[in-house]
């Protein structure tokens, strides 16, 4: 891969940012901002904050995504700062954490700017007002990266702790704790809304599934200390950069290596970007440098290669641009080796080996195509034979062949034999159900007696002519529940033609549902439902568009009556109200709400929370998060015990009430650490202690303090 662009700067480029369709945005590591022309790279304006990052593996830096905000650590790394770009001037800072400040992020939607620090604690900062607004649960050790999910909903802190924490900003609550990484974990990116990437201080990579707290895959082949990820615009691939300079590059749909050394680059990589426009990675290294890679590079020259047919030329570049295969050309080239496939298997069924030879022809000096070619023309070798077996009758000796070589079975041959088979069966079928018959079912189906995957079938519909009666019986009544109890103890039920036009009404049904719910009918949608809530194939699917619509009524008609409570409660079990314009109103309420009672909880003020939360004291779904607002300003009340050296029998006094409100969780063993440090004498010990948990608290547990 060569570069089509490159710039040399004075400093390491730490931060790039696409603004805009023009402009480009990058932060050295004396955080000099400057902002460039896409296409000249001529610096356009810009300024120096004079920060100084000698250590910038972690994101010292971040950009709001208008670009009127910027975060930078110090350069003594004791504090975390909030700029207005416009106007140069602090407009906020963290300096709460004990020891240094490893990382900053700003949430997508430009809300807060996070400091997160080697104490394992994250502070967010309103950036409207500069304000310190909450702090995250805390990690045992130093927070290495801080990602946000592109709706920034939720965002996910990777510690050295082994771990990484998941927040929900919407609602202000963790969600999962996700626990598989043997070491430390260094950085981590939002693939999708719902897939989450991180790679560990041994290599080791991992993509969860952020809604269920799971491992979906392991990423295979880092061989390097990865210090840079992104990923492309439209999610298909993964670009991790390492110390070695190396570019790996990953697909997201299978999450395969497609290249452990994509790009090689002599100097540690110390940003990575994407250009979406332009399909453009940009790259910054150790050594000043900053390079534009095109990553579908040579497409142009596939399309020039197409018109003239050289596919294995095409396929070599594909080998060194392995992207390639993801573009249109190389699509197109793989529909016409489909074609070549089928027209030569054609040539081969009409022993018309020659005239198969010739339409490979195009495809030879491709390796891997020359393999399927061979072992294609071998595989036919024995088709005479299988067509003669069928031209004599001699049908189980046909279908013995056909299963030793597969591939017959894609001929016009074996697809006129199973089409016979089925006529057979339909009238053996209907010869079976009348005692009379069954003579004349068996003398149809006699061809077929040998064939394995026949005979089972045909032993069935023999010895049980009643349970096709029933079958019939049970359709003309509609008991389609009982009609799939059937079919779920006789499979061989699905070989008649019945069970296909009870499908193809199920589908219809289907249809009929969607449209009725797009008119917003949602009373003939759900007595449609209820007649598909019969059909197994589609049981969950009509009892949760059921539920959804019963849910709808009920929101909208507490909605209406001004039940807030109702309304809350029903919002929390549904994402498709979540999203509709009255749910992102309601949420929008409580979230304002939840930001001013954040402004009681840091300063571990209990009764202002309660205050401005007072509203929502009774809406049970609103519960867990109300413990997490609670439970911050109490941490905050015994971490602010310590530093005022009180008593160790008061402090000793709130550990033990927070345990029993809350139970213990990964903040109570931190600030236990903590504590045992301040007071080596106490004897005090968490596992004694009678436990609550955060789904079991409720408001009447609200205290003014809890040390008392």
């Given at each position: 891969?060569?570069?089509?662009?490159?710039?040399?700067?004075?400093?390491?480029?730490?931060?790039?940012k696409?603004?805009?369709?023009d402009?480009?945005?990058?932060v050295?590591?004396?955080?000099?901002?400057?902002?460039?022309?896409?296409d000249?790279?001529?610096?356009?304006?810009?300024?120096?904050?004079?920060?100084?990052?000698?250590?910038?593996k972690?994101?010292?830096?971040a950009?709001?995504?208008d670009?009127?905000?910027f975060?930078?650590?110090?350069?003594?790394?004791?504090?975390?700062?909030?700029?207005?770009?416009?106007?140069?001037k602090?407009i906020?800072?963290?300096?709460?954490?004990?020891?240094?400040?490893?990382?900053?992020?700003?949430?997508?939607?430009?809300?807060?700017?996070?400091s997160?620090?080697?104490?394992?604690?994250?502070?967010?900062?309103?950036?409207?007002?500069?304000?310190?607004?909450?702090?995250?649960p805390?990690?045992?050790?130093?927070v290495?990266?801080?990602?946000?999910?592109?709706?920034?909903?939720?965002?996910?802190?990777?510690?050295?702790?082994?771990?990484?924490?998941?927040?929900?900003?919407?609602?202000?609550?963790?969600s999962?704790k996700?626990?598989?990484?043997?070491?430390?974990?260094?950085?981590?990116?939002?693939?999708?809304?719902?897939?989450?990437?991180?790679?560990d201080?041994?290599?080791?990579?991992?993509?969860?599934?952020?809604?269920?707290?799971?491992?979906?895959?392991?990423?295979?082949?880092?061989?390097?200390?990865?210090?840079?990820?992104?990923?492309?615009?439209?999610?298909l691939?993964l670009?991790?950069?390492?110390?070695l300079g190396?570019?790996l590059?990953?697909?997201?749909?299978?999450?395969?290596l497609?290249?452990?050394?994509?790009?090689?680059?002599?100097?540690?990589?110390?940003?990575l970007?994407?250009?979406e426009?332009?399909?453009?990675?940009?790259?910054?290294?150790?050594?000043?440098?900053?390079?534009?890679?095109?990553?579908?590079e040579?497409?142009?020259?596939?399309?020039e290669?197409?018109?003239?047919?050289?596919y294995?030329?095409?396929?070599k570049?594909?080998e060194k641009?392995?992207?390639?295969?993801?573009?249109?050309?190389?699509?197109?080239v793989?529909?016409i080796?489909?074609?070549?496939?089928?027209?030569?298997?054609q040539?081969?069924?009409?022993?018309?080996?020659?005239?198969?030879?010739?339409?490979?022809?195009?495809?030879?000096?491709?390796?891997?195509k020359?393999?399927?070619?061979?072992?294609l023309?071998?595989?036919?070798?024995?088709?005479?034979?299988?067509?003669?077996?069928?031209?004599?009758g001699?049908?189980?000796?046909?279908?013995?062949?056909?299963?030793?070589h597969?591939?017959?079975?894609e001929?016009?041959?074996?697809?006129?034999?199973?089409?016979?088979w089925?006529k057979?069966?339909?009238?053996?079928?209907?010869?079976?159900?009348?005692?009379?018959?069954?003579?004349?079912?068996?003398?149809?189906?006699?061809p077929?007696?040998?064939?394995?995957?026949?005979?089972?079938?045909?032993?069935?519909?023999?010895?049980?002519?009643?349970?096709?009666?029933?079958?019939?019986?049970s359709?003309?009544?509609?008991?389609?529940?009982?009609t799939?109890?059937?079919?779920?103890?006789?499979p061989?039920l699905k070989?008649f033609?019945e069970?296909?036009t009870?499908?193809?009404y199920?589908?219809i049904?289907?249809?009929?549902?969607?449209?009725?719910?797009?008119?917003?009918e949602t009373?003939?949608?759900?007595?449609?439902l209820?007649v598909?809530?019969?059909?197994?194939d589609?049981?969950?699917?009509a009892?949760?568009?059921i539920?959804?619509?019963?849910?709808k009524?009920?929101?909208?008609?507490?909605?209406?009556?001004?039940?807030?409570e109702l309304?809350?409660?029903?919002l929390?079990t549904?994402e498709d109200?979540?999203?509709?314009?009255?749910?992102?109103?309601?949420?929008?309420?409580?979230?304002?709400?939840?930001?001013?009672?954040?402004?009681?909880?840091?300063?571990g003020?209990a009764?202002?929370?309660?205050?401005?939360?007072?509203?929502?004291?009774?809406?049970?779904?609103?519960?867990?998060?109300?413990?997490?607002?609670?439970?911050?300003?109490?941490?905050?009340?015994?971490?602010?015990?310590?530093?005022?050296?009180r008593?160790?029998?008061i402090?000793?006094?709130?550990?033990?009430?927070?345990i029993?409100?809350?139970?213990?969780?990964?903040?109570?063993?931190?600030?236990?650490?903590?504590?045992?440090?301040?007071?080596p004498?106490?004897?005090l010990?968490l596992?004694?202690?009678?436990?609550?948990?955060?789904k079991?608290?409720?408001?009447?547990?609200?205290?003014?303090?809890?040390?008392?």
């Open positions: 891969m060569n570069p089509f662009k490159k710039k040399n700067l004075a400093k390491p480029i730490i931060l790039i696409i603004l805009d369709e402009k480009l945005l990058i050295d590591s004396q955080t000099t901002i400057m902002y460039l022309n896409k000249t790279l001529d610096v356009l304006g810009g300024f120096k904050a004079n920060m100084i990052h000698e250590r910038y972690n994101s010292v830096v950009f709001s995504q670009g009127e905000y975060a930078s650590i110090s350069s003594d790394a004791k504090e975390a700062r909030l700029f207005h770009t416009k106007t140069k602090a906020g800072k963290v300096n709460r954490h004990q020891g240094e400040v490893s990382c900053v992020g700003i949430d997508p939607n430009n809300t807060y700017m996070f997160c620090g080697e104490d394992g604690k994250t502070f967010a900062i309103d950036i409207k007002n500069g304000k310190l607004a909450f702090t995250l805390m990690h045992l050790d130093a290495n990266d801080i990602s946000f999910s592109d709706d920034g909903q939720t965002l996910a802190t990777a510690s050295y702790d082994k771990n990484i924490s998941l927040f929900h900003l919407i609602s202000m609550t963790p999962h996700l626990r598989a990484h043997a070491a430390p974990v260094t950085k981590s990116l939002f693939l999708t809304n719902n897939r989450l990437f991180t790679v201080k041994d290599s080791k990579g991992i993509i969860w599934d952020v809604k269920y707290g799971r491992t979906v895959a392991r990423i295979e082949g880092i061989h390097d200390n990865v210090l840079q990820v992104t990923k492309s615009s439209d999610n691939f670009f991790l950069g390492t110390t190396y570019i590059v990953y697909e997201l749909q299978t999450y395969k497609l290249s452990k050394n994509y790009i090689k680059l002599s100097a540690a990589i110390t940003a970007a994407f250009d426009r332009r399909n453009t990675l940009i790259i910054a290294t150790q050594k000043n440098e900053l390079f534009f890679y095109d990553i579908y040579y497409e142009e020259k596939l399309k290669l197409m018109l003239k047919k050289n294995d030329i095409i396929y570049y594909i641009n392995p992207l390639l295969q993801y573009t249109k050309v190389s699509t197109q793989g529909v080796w489909d074609m070549t496939l089928k027209k030569a298997q040539a081969l069924e009409s022993n018309e080996k020659h005239t198969a030879i010739e339409l490979f022809k195009s495809f030879k000096n491709i390796p891997d020359n393999t399927i070619m061979q072992k023309i071998h595989e036919y070798e024995e088709f005479e034979k299988f067509s003669t077996f069928i031209a004599q001699k049908i189980p000796l046909a279908y013995a062949l056909a299963n030793m597969p591939i017959y079975k001929s016009q041959l074996f697809q006129n034999l199973e089409m016979n089925k057979s069966f339909v009238l053996a079928q209907k010869y079976s159900i009348d005692p009379k018959g069954m003579d004349k079912a068996k003398e149809l189906l006699a077929y007696r040998g064939i394995s995957e026949k005979t089972k079938i045909i032993q069935e519909l023999f010895a049980q002519g009643d349970v096709y009666r029933m079958f019939k019986i359709l003309g009544q509609k008991d389609f529940r009982g799939f109890e059937l079919i779920k103890l006789h061989f070989e033609p069970y296909t009870l499908m193809n199920a589908d049904l289907y249809i009929n549902i969607r449209k009725f719910l797009d008119e917003n009373h003939a949608a759900i007595k449609l209820r598909l809530a019969d059909f197994s589609f049981e969950e699917v009892k949760d568009l539920e959804e619509i019963e849910a009524q009920k929101f909208f008609a507490a909605l209406k009556d001004e039940d807030r309304a809350y409660n029903i929390a549904s109200l979540q999203n509709t314009q009255e749910g992102l109103a309601l949420q929008k309420q409580y979230t304002n709400d939840l930001s001013l009672a954040n402004a009681y909880a840091v300063e003020n009764l202002g929370v309660r205050d401005v939360l007072s509203a929502y004291m009774n809406i049970s779904s609103k519960f867990i998060s109300l413990a997490t607002m609670f439970g911050w300003s109490y941490m905050v009340q015994l971490e602010q015990a310590v530093q005022q050296k008593d160790q029998q402090i000793e006094n709130g550990i033990k009430n927070y029993l409100c809350f139970g213990v969780q990964d903040q109570i063993e931190s600030f236990y650490a903590t504590f045992k440090k301040q007071y004498q106490s004897k010990t596992d004694m202690q009678t436990k609550g948990s955060m079991m608290w409720r408001p009447s547990m609200i205290v003014p303090s809890i040390l008392e």
